[in-house]
């Protein structure tokens, strides 16, 4: 195999041209193999397998300095750059993240799982390299779906006038995840057509030198445009027409599907049976709504699968869904327009994106008090990636003025507040989605969710009450049964709202109480469990508050981080036992 004599990037410039595309084939059925087997995304990084090793063949990474965007496309850089081991090697495919990583080789420079940031990131590294006199290039590789987001035009912005040497490669697949929406795909598909002639063009009205290549999969191609720009002293753009999926048949014909997969994609195996979820209800919900409402709209930032928005979704929504691209600010400021005015917009967003929305959930939603309702998906402590956490989103959404953020149980309390914040008026509301295999009690929610902040009793008992939020009601329920074995029948709590205390009910627990357990699946710091310790803060109850520590873990097994925050039965039970021994000997 070529691959065996290339185990650096400088191996890969001792081989002539001749070889690189037999190199190319043999990363393909590596990440192919490597991907089926464990997951991960095989259209992004199939796409740009060729423009990478015709990078490394050019430039001197790491003298050279390479900023991916998202980083989702990085495994081809990764087996050249000294881990091929993680994708021969079967019992390393997990060694190494799937994103870049500066832990894992020198030429890896940031840690980057979110999408529009390799230019501003670029910008900063060529300062840099400016004001210390230094005289490398920098590379900034961005898909022309992050074109989308605000940060990237910011990026371009001030990149264009940097006045010295940056180089951005545009991988133009014509795709995001799913299709590209929005006004820039237009001018990427003229330029396309023109073969990078049309007068019209986008990057050299902002003042790049621009360069095209149609056959942005060709190895020679790539390499000869890219020698024409190596070592420049001002920015240039070099747009690559490239295909996603290139080289899968089934991934460049469903590229979509095919942009990120589950183990075992490729194999032949019969389809799964219909299982009812939380995503099907929330389509079947929304279908409904706007059928009788034609001011109901669903809006997403340009990752629609994540919630089961099915091309067929989309299609049957017609007008009714908006996909805004890769601008998760623009989504919030978009529909908080839409709610001023009337209509009755339906905001889906990850939750580990729902920091890139902050200031507009702030200012342009809640400050203006915009009646939307927003689902957040994906929250919870998981074996994530450090990129792609969900246990952040309950401390930035609660500790807004005017936001109400609430935690179903179950599929009768979600369709219950899916309608509630659909249809009221006075305020925004998320509603976090649970994270869980559906429960059903099968008996409707009649809640009136008006009343705020107005907690469930499920079970009375005294001495101990225990406040299990959302996703972790079932692991509320479990210590209930295992206090129960130990003598003791502790109240048992459904909160229902991440954003604020019921008062009136944690006053009285003060009669007949001694502790209170709050579980809650997220960051402590700043999240539900705190605002009720601080609401007890005078008293004498005692206060156990579970949940996850403020930290970014990266692909931490599950059940190590519930070892780690004290979330196991056992683990609970003993911090009870503790605390109730320092309650008696106070």
């Known amino acids: 195999m070529i691959l065996d004599k290339v185990n650096s990037p400088q191996d890969l410039k001792g081989l002539p041209l001749s070889e690189l595309n037999t190199l190319a084939d043999e990363m393909r059925e590596l990440i192919i193999k490597k991907v089926n087997t464990t997951g991960g995304h095989m259209g992004p990084n199939l796409g740009i397998l060729e423009t990478t090793i015709a990078m490394h063949y050019v430039f001197n990474s790491p003298e050279d300095k390479f900023v991916f965007d998202v980083s989702h496309q990085c495994y081809p850089h990764k087996i050249l750059t000294g881990r091929k081991d993680g994708f021969t090697n079967p019992e390393n495919y997990l060694k190494y993240t799937g994103y870049t990583a500066p832990e894992e080789t020198v030429h890896d420079l940031f840690k980057v799982g979110h999408t529009s940031t390799s230019i501003s990131?670029?910008?900063?590294?060529?300062?840099?390299?400016?004001?210390?006199?230094?005289?490398?290039?920098?590379?900034?590789?961005?898909?022309?779906?992050?074109?989308?987001?605000?940060?990237?035009?910011?990026?371009?912005?001030?990149?264009?006038?940097?006045?010295?040497?940056?180089?951005?490669?545009?991988?133009?697949?014509?795709?995001?995840?799913?299709?590209?929406?929005?006004?820039?795909?237009?001018?990427?598909?003229?330029?396309?057509?023109?073969?990078?002639?049309?007068?019209?063009?986008?990057?050299?009205?902002?003042?790049?030198?621009?360069?095209?290549?149609?056959?942005?999969?060709?190895?020679?191609?790539?390499?000869?445009?890219?020698?024409?720009?190596?070592?420049?002293?001002?920015?240039?753009?070099?747009?690559?027409?490239?295909?996603?999926?290139?080289?899968?048949?089934?991934?460049?014909?469903?590229?979509?599907?095919?942009?990120?997969?589950?183990?075992?994609?490729?194999?032949?195996?019969?389809?799964?049976?219909?299982?009812?979820?939380?995503?099907?209800?929330?389509?079947?919900?929304?279908?409904?709504?706007?059928?009788?409402?034609?001011?109901?709209?669903?809006?997403?930032?340009?990752?629609?699968?994540?919630?089961?928005?099915?091309?067929?979704?989309?299609?049957?929504?017609?007008?009714?869904?908006?996909?805004?691209?890769?601008?998760?600010?623009?989504?919030?400021?978009?529909?908080?327009?839409?709610?001023?005015?009337?209509?009755?917009?339906?905001?889906?967003?990850?939750?580990?994106?729902?920091?890139?929305?902050?200031?507009?959930?702030?200012?342009?939603?809640?400050?203006?008090?915009?009646?939307?309702?927003?689902?957040?998906?994906?929250?919870?402590?998981?074996?994530?990636?450090?990129?792609?956490?969900?246990?952040?989103?309950?401390?930035?959404?609660?500790?807004?003025?005017?936001?109400?953020?609430?935690?179903?149980?179950?599929?009768?309390?979600?369709?219950a507040m899916l309608e509630w914040s659909l249809n009221q008026t006075e305020r925004p509301v998320a509603i976090r989605v649970p994270f869980v295999p559906l429960t059903s009690t099968g008996i409707p929610d009649t809640t009136d969710y008006s009343k705020i902040n107005k907690f469930k009793v499920e079970a009375r008992g005294e001495k101990i009450a225990i406040l299990g939020l959302g996703n972790f009601a079932g692991k509320a329920r479990e210590v209930k049964e295992a206090l129960a074995k130990h003598g003791i029948n502790a109240t048992l709590i459904n909160p229902c709202f991440i954003s604020g205390i019921d008062e009136e009910l944690l006053e009285s627990l003060k009669s007949n109480h001694e502790l209170v357990i709050t579980l809650e699946d997220g960051c402590l710091e700043g999240g539900f469990g705190e605002k009720v310790a601080r609401f007890y803060g005078s008293s004498t109850m005692k206060v156990l508050n579970f949940g996850g520590k403020k930290e970014f873990t990266d692909r931490v097994p599950l059940n190590e981080l519930y070892e780690r925050y004290h979330l196991t039965t056992e683990l609970i039970l003993r911090d009870v036992e503790k605390a109730l021994t320092e309650v008696v000997k106070a």
């Open 121 to 415: 990131l670029a910008c900063g590294v060529a300062k840099a390299r400016d004001l210390k006199g230094e005289k490398h290039n920098v590379i900034a590789l961005i898909g022309d779906g992050s074109l989308t987001g605000g940060e990237a035009l910011e990026g371009l912005n001030n990149a264009s006038v940097l006045g010295s040497n940056l180089i951005i490669l545009v991988n133009d697949n014509d795709m995001s995840i799913a299709e590209n929406h929005g006004g820039i795909y237009g001018n990427l598909s003229l330029l396309r057509d023109t073969k990078g002639k049309a007068e019209n063009n986008f990057f050299t009205s902002m003042g790049f030198e621009y360069h095209y290549v149609e056959e942005g999969n060709n190895i020679e191609k790539v390499i000869e445009t890219l020698q024409k720009v190596k070592d420049t002293d001002h920015p240039v753009v070099v747009h690559l027409n490239t295909i996603k999926g290139h080289g899968l048949a089934v991934a460049e014909a469903n590229k979509e599907a095919f942009h990120w997969i589950m183990p075992g994609a490729l194999d032949e195996k019969a389809p799964a049976p219909f299982e009812e979820n939380y995503n099907n209800i929330t389509t079947d919900f929304i279908l409904k709504k706007a059928a009788e409402d034609k001011t109901v709209v669903a809006i997403t930032p340009a990752t629609p699968g994540a919630y089961g928005f099915t091309k067929d979704f989309r299609d049957k929504l017609g007008s009714q869904y908006v996909d805004v691209g890769i601008a998760e600010e623009h989504a919030v400021a978009f529909a908080s327009g839409l709610a001023k005015q009337g209509a009755k917009p339906i905001l889906a967003i990850m939750s580990s994106f729902v920091q890139r929305t902050y200031d507009q959930l702030s200012q342009d939603l809640a400050l203006n008090n915009s009646p939307i309702a927003m689902l957040v998906y994906w929250g919870g402590l998981s074996g994530a990636d450090a990129t792609h956490l969900g246990s952040f989103d309950m401390s930035l959404i609660s500790n807004i003025p005017n936001i109400t953020y609430l935690a179903p149980t179950s599929k009768e309390e979600y369709l």
